[in-house]
Every structure is written in structure tokens, then in C-alpha cells.
């Protein structure tokens, strides 16, 4: 008999610079939970880069962000992935007006995750996993979901132990 090994893959998006409750942060919130999850589970990664730059003070940023969610823009992303490849794929992103960046739609639009298993997490300031989970069931129908994870932006880089707990739970 054959084993086969499941692939892991975490896509993620994660905005350095100056951010909400956390000052100016080198690595970004999401990126350090990403991290966690490369170093516990042996996992690839991909980071979900823009082209255009989100390098800018916080006051301007949320208000780049909320127009681009206004007019569902989906701005140009670096690099490409071998989605097919992997079998079981993390979703993490910040909370950006109660969801995903724009940015991450457009990875979305061009890859398909349908028959794949996906675990989303989210960093944030209050809103939790958002409508991050029910955005993707619906751009997703046909894959399986397992249990979520959020964690507070300012909290994660004291929630090693917690993000661990729950790959644990989730059989890694
Ligand atoms: C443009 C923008 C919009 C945000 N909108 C929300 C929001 O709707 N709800 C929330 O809880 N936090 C919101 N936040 C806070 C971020 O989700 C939080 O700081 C997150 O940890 C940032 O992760 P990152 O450092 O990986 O980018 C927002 C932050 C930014 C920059």
C-alpha cells in the first residue's frame, strides 16, 4: 500500500509598514502568523503581493483600500503558484473593511480551490474572521472547509502557542 502525503500550501496577504494598534511593523501581523504555521507544518508558502504599493501611512491606507472595495477593483499580484500541486491550502489575510484586500480576490479569480481542503485565518482589530469564511464558501462550493482561526493583530506575536493548539486540532 502507498501512502500519500497530503501537499500544504499557505497563501497568504500581509501589509507591513505602519498598521493599526501594532506601530510600525516590519513583518505584518498575517505574515507572522503564516510563520507559525510554515515552521509547525513544513508547509510552502505564497505571499499575495500587489504590484502597486500599499506603502503608506494608515489614515491613507484604509481609505485606498475602502475605494478599491467600493469599485471591486482587483489589482495585478506578483509571481504564480502551482495550485495544482497542493491538496490542502491555508487562506490567511488581514481584515480589510470586513474581508479580504481586493488584492486576494484577484488571486482568487485565478485560481481554483474547488476540491481542495481550505483552513482560513485572519489578523484583525475586533472583526474577527469577518465574512472571510462565507466569501469563500462562495467562491469555493465544492471544497472542504475545516475549522477557522482569528487572531487579534496585536495579539500574534504572543500566539505562537494558541496557533499551534490549533493545527494541532486540525490533525498536523
Ligand atoms: C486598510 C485596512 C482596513 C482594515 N479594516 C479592518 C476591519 O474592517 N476590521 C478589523 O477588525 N480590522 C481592520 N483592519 C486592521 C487589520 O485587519 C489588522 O491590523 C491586521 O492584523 C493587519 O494584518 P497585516 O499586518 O498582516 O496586514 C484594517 C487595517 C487596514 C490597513
Do not use: C
Not at 491613507?60 to 482587483?74: F, N, P, S, Y
Amino acid at each position: 500500500m502507498t501512502t500519500t502525503l497530503l501537499k500544504v500550501l499557505i497563501v497568504f496577504f500581509s501589509h507591513a509598514g505602519e498598521n493599526y494598534a501594532v506601530g510600525n511593523i516590519e513583518v505584518g501581523n498575517t505574515k507572522v502568523v503564516a510563520d507559525y504555521i510554515q515552521a509547525y507544518t513544513g508547509a510552502d508558502q505564497f505571499e499575495v503581493v500587489a504590484e502597486k504599493s500599499y506603502d503608506m501611512p494608515y489614515r491613507d491606507l484604509i481609505k485606498v483600500a475602502q475605494e478599491e472595495q467600493r469599485k471591486g477593483e482587483k489589482p495585478a499580484f506578483k509571481g504564480s503558484v502551482n495550485i495544482d500541486d497542493y491538496d490542502v491550502v491555508f487562506v490567511g489575510t488581514p481584515i480589510w473593511w470586513g474581508t479580504f484586500p481586493q488584492v486576494m480576490f484577484t488571486f482568487f479569480d485565478k485560481y481554483d480551490l474547488n476540491n481542495k481542503t481550505i483552513i482560513p485565518f485572519t489578523t484583525h482589530e475586533g472583526s474577527g474572521l469577518g465574512s472571510v469564511v462565507n466569501d469563500l464558501k462562495k467562491l469555493y462550493p465544492n471544497a472542504k472547509f475545516e475549522k477557522a482561526l482569528a487572531i487579534k493583530g496585536s495579539d500574534v506575536r504572543s500566539s505562537k502557542e494558541r496557533v499551534e493548539k490549533w493545527l494541532k486540532e486540525l490533525g498536523y
